[in-house]
């Protein structure tokens, strides 16, 4: 199994993955062979890459997740989004069960390790991101010895930790040039936007809700919007900012391959005690290296 960027995908390589849509219709299926129309329409949608298999035997390896709950998750936000543009209430009840058999995959999964990153179009970037920081930060709390109730608040907070994103204009989130200097503040207002979300939703804690609100703040008081520091961020928004940064970094772009899991380890590394709390981030090296 191997990671090509669309720029080095060929007519004739098997694919090793599903790739799907946004609002998670299959595009290609795993073990398809591409063909000359079925590239043109993967550059066409903006797929950055796509696994591919090399050998015979060149199944992807078992996810912390399985596909059907991610997909489930990734649709729910996708619908969720949606909706909030269209000016309706946010309804999170719809996310829940899936987050829920999420949590319990994750917690039954004797796995220490992440799996193989997804890859997303462009248009699918924000809800394949929110689920993998889900992940990604549920697992943390395993490690740290969360029950299931805390590890519920965390991945709810963590799931929905960017959703004040959905008050952003879809000209500037889909854009993969560089933003101007309005474009980049109107993006950092999306922590207290979120907040002002989920504050007003009876379906999330005011915990959950704090995911949102501080997940850009840093260890040392640099963040946004307040600038608290250490333990005046509350846990489950420290281990969220540690999942947020590690997924980016190794997420595949359009406009610019992926980190190694290797290079953001040694970037999250570098940052620990700054940006980031040093035992999230000796716990996050638990499950990726």
Do not use: W
């Not at 199944?59 to 649709?75: C, G, Q």
């Not at 772009?253 to 040093?278: C, H, M, V, W």
């Amino acid at each position: 199994m191997q990671k090509v960027r669309i720029e080095d995908l060929q007519v004739g390589m098997v694919v090793g993955k599903t790739i799907y849509a946004p609002n998670g219709t299959v595009l290609i299926r795993e073990k398809a062979t591409i063909t000359a129309p079925i590239l043109s329409k993967l550059k066409e949608l903006g797929l950055p890459a796509a696994y591919v298999i090399t050998t015979p035997d060149g199944e992807a390896p078992e996810d912390l997740v399985s596909e059907a709950t991610r997909m489930d998750l990734v649709r729910s936000l996708s619908k969720l989004d949606s909706q909030v543009r269209a000016g309706q209430n946010l309804n999170i009840l719809s996310s829940k069960q899936p987050l829920y058999t999420l949590i319990d995959e994750i917690v039954s999964n004797q796995r220490s390790m992440l799996g193989m990153a997804d890859i997303r179009l462009h248009g699918d970037y924000i809800y394949g991101h929110s689920v993998n920081v889900c992940t990604i930060a549920v697992k943390i709390g395993l490690l740290l010895g969360y029950n299931q109730l805390k590890l519920a608040e965390l991945g709810i907070g963590a799931l929905f930790h960017v959703i004040g994103m959905t008050k952003i204009p879809l000209q500037i989130l889909d854009k993969t040039g560089n933003l101007s200097n309005d474009e980049i503040k109107m993006i950092q207002t999306h922590p207290e936007v979120g907040f002002g979300m989920l504050k007003e939703n009876h379906a999330i804690s005011m915990v959950s809700a704090h995911v949102a609100y501080q997940h850009h703040e840093r260890y040392d008081g640099s963040g946004y919007p307040r600038g608290i520091a250490a333990e005046a961020i509350h846990e489950f928004a420290r281990i969220t900012a540690v999942a947020d940064v590690f997924d980016s970094m190794t997420t595949e772009k359009i406009y610019r391959p992926a980190k190694s899991t290797a290079e953001t380890l040694k970037y999250i590394q570098s940052n620990s005690g700054t940006q980031f709390d040093p035992n999230i981030v000796d716990v996050l090296k638990q499950i990726v290296s």
